[in-house]
């Protein structure tokens, strides 16, 4: 949806693209008309219908948060952190966040499944993110509308699965269950969501492709999802060696480290990002370099249960590598911070993960992850989707850089403004479509009726 309005917004700095890249001008208007920037000019525009004028704004393109969870990362909000490394490593996935969140579709209404996505799109776009990857089962498919209707730019992943039924047996080790199947009924189910969604809104919501992992997803699946890649176009995005367990599994059944598996069935290439790639060896790095793949690199989701995810053991080695929040927490400019901390810390060097390097990664990187040369930019003629960070705060001062300053002390609390498609979503710091605080207690009520469930309490109490 485009609006024929022309806004101008007042930025202390730019991140403009000038000379075909990212170039930081100071004192400058970004003035947006139909959906698309119209010019980044040195003097107040003259007939304006909104006028954003906001002292110490750091204009931005808009944030591109690569991989996300709304629903299921909600479900366990508050709950798991803490817990042993010893009930983390195969429970948080296995244990909890897969059966709750087949559970969650059978014990919510679709208002309520409805409400519970609200409070994770709200979340993501109050973060600083204008477009998500968010991959979902398909029951939660009322995603779609969700997203239509808050305004944030879409790439909807519903998953496929050869087994969908996953949940740990008292030894804590992850159990595959149901019929292996080849997911036709899911790739049928996908095509009918692509379908009803793939250009909708303007052009603004997109459906990807979404084979689940390498252990829940079997080779002659994995085939068929490379063929539909190849007839619809549509980008793939999966997880990649996320637990030890999943790359126990793919060296059991195939011989292959998870990498080597997704090659073999021909899954590798420029149209798929991974997410995570924990446990991969250097050579399966070297492997989705050599293959154009895209690592997914979600930092603080794995700090949480105290497994690195560096995000400069990607970059530097040369792999495209963008950042998603995995549902963790939903704010994309801490996450930046993380992302860098994190990194740091692992390599014993300071240099890596600059903030430039972190803020590529969430715009024009991932913009060329989604294959689109209108986003990820501020420049006349790209979309107009922009991140405004509010650079005037006490501590933010004194500063030289507003780069580093928002990377490294930022967080969602200074995102000032964020728009989509020429609309903005967020002014002030708010969220403008609708009522902030009833989105989030009527998402937080969805959430505490799978926990209060009979089911919710049983698997509470098997996690301690
Ligand atoms: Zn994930």
Known sequence: METGERTAIRARWVLAHEDGRPTLLEDRWVVVEGGRIAAVDRGRPAG?????????LLVLPGLINMHNHC?????????????????????????????????????????ERRAALRLGVLQLILGGATTVMESFRSGLADVFAVAEEMGIRFWGVPYVFSTPDIDVDTQGKPVFGGAAGDGTADIAEWRALHQRWAGAAGGRIQVGLGPHAPDTCGPDLLRAVRRLADETGCLVTTHLAQTKSEVEHTRRLYGRTPAEYLQWVGLLGPDLSVAHSIFSTDADLDLLKATGTTVINCPRTFARTGTWAPFARFAERGLKTVIGTDGYNMDLVSELGAAGQIAKLHAGESGVATARQLVDAV??????????????????????????????????????DPLRSMVWRGSAADVSATMVDGRLLVEGGRYLPADENAIATEGAAAFEKIWSSPEGAAIRARAG
């Open 48 to 56: 304006c219908d909104v006028v954003v004028d906001r002292p110490g």
């Open 71 to 111: 629903f299921t990362e909600l479900l366990v909000r508050s709950r798991t952190e803490d817990m042993t490394s010893a009930f983390m490593e195969n429970g948080l996935v296995y244990g909890l966040l897969m059966p709750l969140g087949k559970l969650a579709m059978e014990r919510l209404s679709a208002a």
């Open 363 to 400: 715009t024009l990187g991932a913009a060329a992850a989604l294959k689109r040369d209108d986003l990820g930019r501020v420049a006349p003629g790209a979309r107009a989707d922009l991140t405004a960070i509010d650079l005037s705060k006490p501590r933010f001062q004194p500063q030289s």
